[in-house]
């Protein structure tokens, strides 16, 4: 969703220290921060590569699903008892200790799914572009990506091939 | 209702007049030996004293139509729910055969249908036709004779009257040659059920589960002074 | 306690995608062999459907058995995923990556396949749709939420939708590796179910991140799961069932036969599909100090069900207790138990040599499931078949009949063949946590010796 | 990849820290632990002469013992559970509780506070023959069999306070080291044994056997996830305050109080979840004895205690450590965990009073429910004097020895440093097998 109809430039490193070298240099070169990531196979500590700290609403997720659960599960249970009162075992008609087993299941059903959709469109996930990418990155190889070129796309291709990148891939023609 | 186990001489009418009455399935000795016989009403049999002074006390057990039903709440369809007029009521087209109930019950007059039931020629003339057959798969129990009482209802109303006491009998009860067995509405003070129940000998069969059964028995009058 | 060999990722990708790309005959022989006791199972529950429940040992007391045994020990098996995987997640164990999916798989599949118990031990299967889904809509009857077997659906659905999510978030990243590796229609597949993830800092930043937030959300429901199936039994007034013990009890012994039930995988996973690089006897060891304790919780609560269950002196849960210790057959299914579940493998298991041999850890976790499935088979036929008070049902002796011996063998080879499928599908070995771990692997040298070590995010 | 680092610099640079715990004056400063000293002294005088009394006069009523029994109860729960927190971080080989173990293994100095007024409860139980026990009627039962258990549990506390903190009152040599390896996981472990065994004994003997109908299997296994639940609470507690009072900030970083409270949340979790266990099962069963159970101990005339125990035990600390801001504080985990200390007092009432109003011959049911007995100032001064009792002794101990272990700080050193990955900051754990 990031890069949809933009031009970017993906250029391919053997080492971690590289990528942190690209990054550098295209900053100096006047790109900025949220004009690059970086792709690699495996998860990086946080700004390792010097990049930017991304910021997510994960953590906003479970609870609206858990209160949309909770929701559901109260309907459910209570309609589900006032609909057609008919006793059991002589147990009150809205019987609160049964109920809250299945709330609690409902809760938790609602945060877990709502969680899983937070963490598929907090990753901009399903990601439809035609930004560049290379198998080679999950082979172990690091991708910086600079997107938003705007005409500076030969500038950023130097600075990548600068920083020791033993490629690079992209959408526009290479110059 | 009151069962007067005083009374009771062990015959075995209820057994087969229920047996007949609500299209229970046969029970050939092979069912009794796999232990998957149906009496929805059963006589049990218990020797007391040494030979040979040896007593039979005999101990008519059917459901109990609990107030507090044990096996109501667990069944997750409501194939059982308790009617207003105090019956545990077991509805076949939404049993789906969990047997739950029949694990809750303490008194194991819950009867799962391992198969479909059948009856040879000309057997299957005798059914009664106010009775479903229940199909395999489902749980069936002692309903009070509910197509009688219903039928008393109907008549009742339109005559313009409530029912009397006395007036509609399950079958168990008719047949009991000693009047062993005495059915009645326990809500009328003044019913024969309501004034039996107030006697002294007064019992019901594990009453300290505290579910309330509607059945009341009546203890068995000693009259051998030596056995105590 | 991280003895792992450097590992370059081209190489990880190769051991780990192997299988999954490649078919082996094996395979095919392994899916031919469970596909045909999987169809044996399937062949006998037609008969049952056909002919009724008359085919199964069962009588008019013991309304319940080997079927409801299955269920409670698929169900315990199924608790192996989280436990492994989400609390190992959370204390950051090092040595969880290379077997949290096969764990969370086995989850999925052993759930699954419990869930088709309660469903074919009906008396009429097909009208059971009625009670996991409302039906009478004209007349407003719906199920009763009062029922213990509602909420036990309602838990388990649950369990079972965030395991399915939780396993596919943290495959995506696997998905989109396996789209790399490649081409023509299985890569359009895997390219789909990827959903392009292409592994931007973000993407990563959020798997880290999921892995915790999911786990710890997937806990309390899987804490929640088997209680409510240990509910299923004690919220009926029988003696032996009417316990308040039940819920962590059946919890503690999930967790016994569930860690068993992954000790078993990772053998069968590392043997077949060549794994030794990467699922280690250290792996073995770790897991092997956990069973300690968890057995030894397990023996306790198992203690506790006893001692209060003759405390009160009552005779009806004396005679459940009767039953079990001194009549035949249960008095010897019980010492069997005790033997397998504790007396045999807690031993062996305080010595290291022992936890870091692969062949003890495999038969000793063998073992302790067999002990497992016989307490559940205890737990559900001894207090449905004690003498109870009515001469009506004195002598009810059970004897579990050939298609319940079909349909459990089936249960097992059903699981056994997900896990296949799966494994043959998808990488059954987190492939980028594996490759995280590399990341993060470091070594300090201390005086002398040099000691593994592992970086981590500051947290503050 | 890997680079080699050099923690013998890194603890050089940390030398000065660890010579100022060793040289400082320990724990509270001298007036101020005087004026500590004598308020909790003059509190457990009060308790100990009160207690005299009681055990001086008549016998009967034995309801009399209900608040004593409650006080035994909590010390267990709070001091002597406080020790698992060790256990656990140890086995687990947790870094973040090295700084922790000391404070919750001096807590263990209250069992000797709890054992013997433990062991004089079990002199006031009423006549033993045919009541519902696990001793059935054994000779010496259950006295002889509950004062072994809960001597045995003092002693174990006793030896583990011994032996880990002897590297700091004396240099230690590699023998020293071998031993205190293997024995303090051993130690810790038959420590957690006996605890649990002293759980099911107190919960069975002082509890269940007094009150006709109550044989609740799970009540043994809850107490002692309770007693978990209060003996970490407490060491946070005890561990907030030092670190405050103490000024040993430096030594006790935030990090332990963050990961102590995701532990504390767990365990919060359960109390509820096991209490649930035990009251679903009851109000779904609905037999007659089990109604009465639910009346006495929850909602009758004990509803107070209860509804307190719940909010205090369950419902602050979750609403409090669910929030991962207040977790990452120290103020937050201490609120919670005073929460739970307090709340885990009201637990022991509301078990313990009941059954010790019903104390009396052995009977089959529970007819009428009897009414609640408040505290007189007796009872109050036991509850608070007890523990009061307990708590000098453990600052008492904190005079002798630093309130951080130093030998587990030193290897935590080594152990572990914060060092540059590419642009960022990491942390290295070593792991040693």
């Known amino acids: 969703m990031a890069v949809v109809n933009t031009e970017a430039l993906l250029g391919i490193f053997e080492t971690p220290e590289q990528v942190a070298g690209a990054l550098d240099r295209l900053r100096a070169d006047g790109f900025l921060a949220t004009d690059m990531t970086v792709l690699t196979d495996a998860p990086y500590p946080e700004g390792a590569f010097g990049e930017a700290s991304e910021r997510h609403r994960l953590y906003v997720w479970p609870f609206v699903g858990a209160a949309c659960g909770l929701a559901v599960g109260l309907l459910l249970t209570i309609g589900t008892q006032i609909s057609y009162p008919l006793v059991t075992g002589g147990k009150p008609i809205l019987a609160i200790p049964p109920m809250i087993n299945v709330l609690y299941e409902g809760t938790l059903l609602g945060a877990l799914i709502m969680t899983v959709i937070g963490i598929i469109f907090e990753s901009r996930l399903p990601d439809l572009s035609a930004a560049p990418y290379d198998p080679r990155i999950s082979q172990g190889y690091f991708g910086v990506l600079v997107f938003r070129l705007a005409g500076r796309a030969d500038m950023a291709q130097r600075a990548l091939r600068r920083a020791g990148a033993i490629d690079v891939v992209g959408t526009l023609p290479s110059g | 209702m009151v069962v007067d186990v005083d009374r009771c001489t062990g015959c ?67 194939a059982i729910y308790h009617s207003a007029d105090g019956l545990n009521v077991q509805v076949y087209n939404r049993c789906v055969g969990t047997r739950y109930c029949g694990n809750g019950c303490q008194w194991n007059v819950r009867f799962f249908n391992f198969w479909d039931p059948s009856w040879p020629e000309p057997l299957n003339w005798q059914l009664n036709p106010d009775v479903t057959v229940r199909s395999k798969g489902l749980i069936e129990k002692c309903t009070f004779c509910i197509q009688r009482i219903n039928r008393a209802k109907r008549t009742a109303a339109q005559a313009g009257r409530t029912v009397s006491d006395g007036e509609l009998q399950p079958a168990c009860a008719q047949a009991c040659p000693t009047n062993a067995l005495v059915f009645g509405n326990r809500k009328d003070p003044n019913s024969r059920v ?35 | 306690m991280q003895e792992r060999a450097a590992l370059s990722p081209a190489q990880i990708n190769g051991d780990l995608l192997h299988f999954a790309l490649k078919t082996p005959r094996q395979f095919w022989i392994a899916l031919g062999v469970l596909g045909a006791i999987v169809l044996a199972g399937v062949v006998s529950e037609g008969f049952i459907v056909v002919l009724g429940l008359q085919l199964l040992g069962l009588t008019n007391t013991v309304y319940w058995s080997v079927f409801i045994a299955n269920f409670v020990f698929w169900v315990g098996i199924s608790h192996a995923g989280v436990m492994i995987s989400a609390i190992l997640r959370l204390v950051y164990a090092e040595w969880r990556r290379p077997i949290t999916r096969c764990a969370e798989v086995l989850t999925i599949f052993a759930l699954a396949t419990a869930g088709l118990f309660p469903l074919i031990h009906t008396g009429r299967v097909w009208r059971t749709i009625y009670w996991v889904f409302p039906y009478d809509f004209t007349r407003n009857v719906w199920p009763d939420v009062r029922s213990a077997l509602i909420w036990d659906p309602s838990a388990i659905v649950t369990y079972l939708i965030g395991t399915i999510l939780f396993v596919y978030s943290d495959l995506l990243p696997d998905l989109a590796n396996a789209r790399d590796r490649s081409a023509g229609f299985r890569r359009r597949v895997y390219a789909v179910l990827s959903l392009g993830f292409r592994g931007t800092v973000r993407q990563w930043r959020l798997q880290t991140i999921a892995g915790i937030l999911l786990a710890s959300l997937i806990l309390p429901v899987f804490v929640s799961v088997h209680s409510i199936v240990s509910w299923d039994f004690s919220m009926a007034i029988l003696p032996g069932w009417h316990s308040t013990i039940f819920a962590p009890y059946f919890v503690i012994g999930a967790i016994h036969s569930g860690v068993a039930g992954v000790v078993t995988v990772m053998v069968l996973v590392r043997r077949f599909l060549r794994l030794e690089d990467y699922i280690r006897p ?54 069997v138990m005790i033997i397998t579940g504790y007396l045999i493998p807690v031993p062996l298991w305080l010595f290291r040599r022992c936890r870091r041999s692969v062949r003890i850890m495999f038969w000793t976790s063998l073992a302790v499931n067999v002990a497992l499935w016989i307490e559940r088979y205890m737990l559900v036929i001894t207090p449905l078949s004690y003498k109870e008070p009515f001469t009506f049902t004195w002598v009810t002796a059970y004897k579990p009949q050939p298609v319940e011996y079909i349909i459990t063998a089936a249960a097992v080879a059903l699981v056994l063949l997900g896990l296949l499928v799966f494994a043959k599908l998808f990488p059954i070995v987190p492939v980028w946590a594996v490759k995280e771990g590399q990341v993060l692997r470091r070594e300090v040298r201390i005086g002398r010796v040099t000691v593994p070590a592992v970086a981590r995010e500051k947290k503050y | 990849m890997s680079e080699v680092l050099g923690p013998v610099a890194r603890r050089r640079a940390h030398q000065a820290e660890i010579e100022a715990l060793l040289t400082r004056p320990r724990g509270l400063a001298g007036p101020a632990f005087g004026a500590a000293a004598g308020v909790l002294g003059l509190l457990a005088l009060a308790a100990g002469v009160n207690l005299g009394m009681l055990a001086l006069g008549s016998a009967e009523p034995r309801a009399k013992w209900g608040y004593t ?37 001096l807590m263990a100095l209250g069992g000797l506070i709890t054992a013997p007024v433990f062991v004089l409860l079990l002199f006031q139980l009423p006549d033993w023959h045919t009541r519902p026990s696990i001793w059935f009627d054994w000779p010496g039962a259950p006295q002889g069999y509950d004062a072994a258990a809960i001597l045995m549990l003092a002693l174990a506390g006793l030896s583990l306070v011994e032996l880990t903190t002897r590297p700091d009152r004396r240099s230690a040599n590699p023998k020293h080291w071998a031993l205190l390896d293997a024995g303090a996981g051993t130690l810790g472990a038959i420590y957690a044994l006996l605890y649990v065994y002293v759980q099911v004994l107190l919960m069975g003997d002082l509890a269940m056997s007094l009150v006709p109908g109550w044989h609740s299997a799970i009540v043994p296994a809850s107490h002692a996830i309770q007693g978990l639940q209060a003996g970490f609470a407490s060491v946070v507690l005890a561990a907030a305050l030092t670190r405050r009072l103490g000024r040993v900030q430096h030594a006790m970083p935030l990090d332990a109080f963050w990961s102590a409270s995701k532990l504390l949340l767990a365990l919060t979790l359960l109390f509820f979840y096991l209490f649930w266990a035990e009251f679903l099962t009851y109000w779904y069963g609905r037999r007659p004895d089990e109604q009465t159970l639910l009346t006495l101990l929850m909602f009758g005339p004990y509803a107070v205690p209860f509804a307190l125990s719940l909010l205090l035990n369950f419902a602050a600390p979750f609403a409090l450590l669910i929030w991962n801001r207040v977790r990452r504080s120290v103020a937050g985990p201490m609120a919670a965990a005073a929460s739970i200390v307090l709340g885990s007092l009201f637990e022991q ?51 002798a020895v630093a309130p951080v272990s130093i030998w587990e700080y030193k290897s935590e050193l080594l152990l572990k440093a914060d060092e540059p990955y590419l642009r960022a900051e990491v942390t290295v754990l070593a792991k040693p097998s």
């Open chain 2, 194 to 228: 309501s004034t039996l129940s107030a006697s002294p000998r007064r019992y019901r069969l594990l009453e300290e589960l505290g579910t309330e059964p509607s059945v009341v028995y009546l203890k068995r009058v000693e009259v051998d002074v030596e056995q105590e």
């Open chain 4, 69 to 105: 029994a409650s006080a035994v109860a909590f010390l267990l729960q709070t001091f002597q559970g406080a020790p698992l927190l060790a256990l656990t971080a140890r086995l687990t080989k947790s870094l973040w509780a090295a700084s922790l173990n000391r404070i919750a293994e």
């Open chain 3, 282 to 335: 250290e792996h073995f060891d770790a897991v092997g100090r956990l069973q300690v304790v968890v057995a030894a919780s397990w023996l306790f609560f198992f203690l506790m069900d006893f001692y209060f269950g003759i405390f009160s002196r009552e005779a009806a849960e004396i005679e459940v207790w009767n039953l079990r210790l001194f009549t035949p057959p249960y008095s010897a299914l019980l010492l």
């Open chain 4, 349 to 399: 009432i509301r078990l313990f009073v009941p059954a010790w109003s019903l104390a009396g011959p052995v009977r089959k049911e529970l007819e009428a429910i009897p009414p609640a007995v408040f505290p007189a100032l007796p009872d109050v001064l036991i509850l608070i004097g007890l523990p009061a009792a307990a708590a000098l002794l453990t600052i008492c101990a904190l005079r």
């Open chain 2, 12 to 78: 075995q009418a209820c057994v087969v007049a229920c047996q007949a009455e609500n299209n229970v399935a046969l029970n050939e000795e092979q069912r009794f030996l796999e232990h998957r016989a149906k009496e929805w009403i059963r006589v049990e049999r218990y020797w007391e004293g040494e030979f040979p002074n040896v007593k039979a006390r005999f101990l008519p057990v059917l459901c109990q139509h609990c107030d507090n039903a044990p096996c109501e709440p667990v069944c997750p369809v409501y």
